[in-house]
């Protein structure tokens, strides 16, 4: 009887542990939540100018820019969301549905134009096509000095050089998606009576459409922060008028009010994308099944095929990286020795810049994803989401908000030193690295949480409770189990990030410091200037670290094959 009286006495011991480990769990999510509090502050200050914007001002830019900046803002996103959606589910669909001479070697090698920066493209085929360049000279040799080609110094020069650059993006998630298929769905479709075209229309694409989307979106958003492209082809946009202010009239104020104005811009894509994607959900049956049969082309179609490849990788890859070459060995030979000193000190700004801003951004993610997994739960996941919300930002409004956000305390410290009798010690975050690298990790946090948390999501929870269960510290747990079993995602999420910063052109422009030149920056002075030889070395640099990821990328398609 004293047994059972025992038995139904509240177990106080184990619920004392638990509402300490809940305590626990929620202050493990509080450096996390700062750490994404201090990356979406930027963007939040930013937001804040709505509330007290400049009349005067945004009547003088009305009555002078912006009418101009923003059809053509909205052109080129109209333009390059529909070019890549086509490029990419079409040739998508071509390697994953038949089969046809060099299939295989295509289907990695259509991914190699994502290593190409869409300015390095841009001044290429400025250099290429325009009416001195030497397709319009050859044609005028050829057929007299009325021959004309289409002026490629517009917007649908802009159009086609950014999106023969970004279909990758819309390619990379068709692929994926019609691998995912299940046979089933094709023979579904069959019996139904349906032709393997009308299957891809009414059926195939359809449940590919998230993925769609999603690519489509990218492609949108990463159009939408060049400025530098737009500037070659006389196409300006709102970004390309935001750095023109800042850089060029020394503007702020204007840059501030555009920088707004490409906020909304971006947050209106972001909402867009969620409306096409639809609240519908699409799912396989029975998991990862057997893949559809791929059908074979012969005779005309095979080599169509094969010729509709070729054309596509010839343009967005083998053109530009064949010029590069060219003009990089003649600059080489005409500025032997010259080009030494000045190419290392460019070197060393750009890759130290690329693995200090990896190293931060990809440390800073380790915690917030470490942080997200002890706790989970809807706070877990706000905080996730405010910490990627930078990358679907232009450079330029990140920038912005960066200065909006550090400035303030730059002059409150000199205040201080003023009022203690002391030297001011002048600016200390903005005009230095530090703001630079504030504006890195705002914007490329996303590139590294994603990466990092996918691998953490691979790391069983039961490893963990055992190290717990032996006393461990989440901090020995983070240091001794779960750092080796990352090391990979670790490395991955580095290697992004790096290349994207040595790529990153606005952000560098508008906060780097004195003398703190890039690659890039070189690469787009250079071509500014119409100094196509100048340029070619730099930018064939930024185009090999790009090769990287991209080779990674082929290396993740193989195993997938296979």
């Known amino acids: 009887m004293a047994q059972g009286t025992l038995s139904k006495l509240p177990n106080t011991t184990a619920a004392v542990p638990t509402r300490r480990t809940g305590r626990r769990l929620r202050g493990r999510l509080l450096f996390p939540l700062i750490v994404a509090g201090l990356v979406v502050l930027p963007i939040l200050i930013l937001l804040s100018e ?111 050089v950014m999106s023969l650059v970004l279909y990758p993006y819309v390619y990379l998630l068709a692929r994926a998606a019609f691998r995912e298929q299940a046979a089933a769905t094709y023979e579904a479709a069959r019996v139904m009576g349906y032709t393997r075209t009308q299957t891809f229309f009414r059926l195939i694409v359809p449940m590919a459409r998230p993925s769609l989307v999603a690519g489509m979106a990218l492609a949108m958003m990463e159009a939408m922060t060049d400025f530098a492209t737009v500037r070659f082809f006389s196409f300006p946009t709102i970004s390309e008028g935001i750095v023109r202010l800042w850089e060029g009239r020394m503007d702020r104020a204007g840059a501030f009010e555009l920088s707004l104005l490409l906020l909304g811009v971006a947050l209106c894509l972001i909402v867009l994308e969620r409306v096409l994607r639809g609240k ?68 060393l700004n750009s890759f ?110 039961s490893m963990e409770q055992a190290a717990r269960t032996m006393g461990a510290s989440p901090l020995r747990v983070l240091w001794r189990i779960h750092l080796p079993l990352v090391s990979q995602g670790l490395v991955a999420a580095a290697i992004l990030v790096f290349v994207d910063v040595m790529k990153e052109l606005p952000a560098t422009i508008m906060l780097r410091p004195f003398g703190m030149d890039t690659l890039a920056i070189w690469t787009y002075m250079a071509a500014a200037e119409s100094f196509w030889e100048e340029a070619s070395l730099p930018a064939l640099t930024i185009l090999a670290v790009g090769l990287i990821p991209v080779w990674l990328l082929m290396r993740i398609g193989s195993r997938a094959e296979r």
Do not use: H
């Open 50 to 160: 709505v509330l007290s914007p400049s009349v005067e001002l945004w009547q003088r830019l009305w009555e002078t820019i912006l009418p101009r900046m923003l059809g053509n803002t909205l052109l080129l996103l109209g333009g390059v969301g529909a070019l890549t959606l086509i490029i990419g589910t079409g040739m998508a669909w071509l390697v994953t549905a038949y089969t046809f001479p060099l299939r295989a070697f295509f289907e990695r090698a259509l991914l190699l134009p994502l290593a190409v920066p869409s300015f390095v493209m841009g001044f290429v085929y400025m250099a290429t096509f325009d009416f001195a360049g030497p397709v319009q000279s050859t044609l005028r040799a050829w057929f007299g000095q009325s021959a004309r080609f289409p002026d490629i110094r517009s917007g649908w020069g802009a159009i086609l």
């Open 352 to 461: 130290g810049l690329a693995a200090l801003a990896a190293a931060i951004t990809v440390l800073l993610a380790l915690v917030i994803a470490n942080g997200v997994r002890l706790r989970g739960g809807r706070a877990a996941r706000l905080v996730a989401r405010l910490a990627t919300l930078g990358y679907a930002l232009p450079g330029a409004v990140i920038a912005a908000g960066v200065l909006l956000t550090l400035a303030p305390i730059d002059r409150a410290i000199n205040n201080f030193a003023q009022q203690m009798n002391a030297t001011a010690p002048g600016l200390i975050l903005t005009g230095t690295i530090v703001g630079l690298m504030y504006a890195y990790a705002v914007r490329f946090m996303s590139v590294a949480f994603n990466s990092v948390e996918a691998s953490l999501d691979k790391v069983k929870p």
């Open 280 to 347: 519908a959900r699409y799912y396989q049956s029975g998991g990862v099944g057997r893949r559809p049969p791929r059908m074979p082309l012969r005779g005309v179609a095979a080599w169509l095929a094969t010729v509709a490849n070729l054309l596509l990788l010839g343009a967005a890859f083998v053109l530009p990286v064949g010029q590069l070459i060219a003009w990089t060995l003649s600059y080489l030979q005409s500025n032997f020795g010259g080009w030494r000193n000045v190419f290392g000190q460019y070197v």
